[in-house]
């Protein structure tokens, strides 16, 4: 099984709001990571896990709060955000912080 | 440094014609490259990939891929292109910095024409 699951499946939200996205998988990878998708763009790399630690961190604003509570899970915390950061995110995750990765469906995010 | 060409942003084809996307890199040593296809609204589908073993990969859904080292390129073909191929497909390579950091193509849309 290579599924990586994500909820919400869409979300909507206030510039004042705190949300949280969800991904989770369950094939033993110990690598997880977040992108970010703007139409028609490949994804950009925000955050990736490392055995539970943040180990990149791109420059990502404090808006976006990653968190890692355990090997599967991994959420990413919103708040104060603006519209233009509107877009899908992605999860993924791999065996290892090498070779391919399996996303997830992503989370259409909109900012209002 | 590492890159990622992707020779077309869009190419169109006829259902049942032969399908080429090219990809052209650039590494100083051999790198791990993968195709990802990504349909509308969704996440990213690995196709293939190649790790240093058969420089022919064969892939999901009748697709593969030649590694060709003297020409940098890993170009993605299909014998016969279905209604279902159309999407936005990503030639990705993987650095041997072991960092989990991707470089993505700038991607090839995919039409198919009835």
């Known amino acids: 099984d290579t599924e990586v699951t994500q909820t919400p499946k869409h979300l909507v939200m206030g510039m004042t709001n705190k949300k949280s996205l969800k991904c989770e998988q369950h094939?033993?990878?110990?690598?997880m990571y977040w992108y970010k998708q703007k139409a028609k763009k490949p994804p950009e790399l925000m955050f990736v896990y490392s055995y539970e630690k943040l180990s990149i961190n791109e420059s990502v604003p404090s808006r976006f709060s990653p968190e890692c509570p355990n090997s599967s899970l991994l959420n990413l915390h919103l708040h104060a955000l603006q519209p233009e950061d509107s877009a899908l995110y992605l999860c993924?995750?791999?065996?290892?912080?090498?070779?391919?990765?399996?996303f997830g469906p992503g989370t259409r995010l909109t900012v209002t | 440094a590492q890159s990622v060409t992707q020779l077309d942003s869009h190419v169109s084809v006829s259902e049942g014609t032969p399908v080429l996307l090219r990809c052209n890199y650039s590494?100083?040593?051999?790198?791990?490259l993968f195709w990802y296809v990504q349909h509308p609204n969704k996440g990213l589908q690995l196709l293939l990939k190649y790790t240093s073993a058969a420089t022919l990969v064969k892939g999901i859904n009748g697709f593969e891929a030649e590694f060709k080292k003297s020409e940098t390129s890993f170009h993605l073909t299909k014998p016969s292109a279905h209604m279902s191929d159309a999407a936005e497909y990503f030639c990705?390579?993987?650095?041997?910095?072991?960092?989990?950091?991707?470089?993505f193509g700038q991607g090839t849309t995919l039409q198919v024409k009835p």
């Open positions: 094939m033993g990878h110990r690598a």
């Open positions: 590494s100083s040593y051999s790198p791990s």
């Open positions: 993924a995750s791999s065996q290892e912080v090498f070779g391919e990765q399996y």
């Open positions: 990705v390579v993987s650095p041997a910095s072991n960092t989990g950091k991707l470089i």
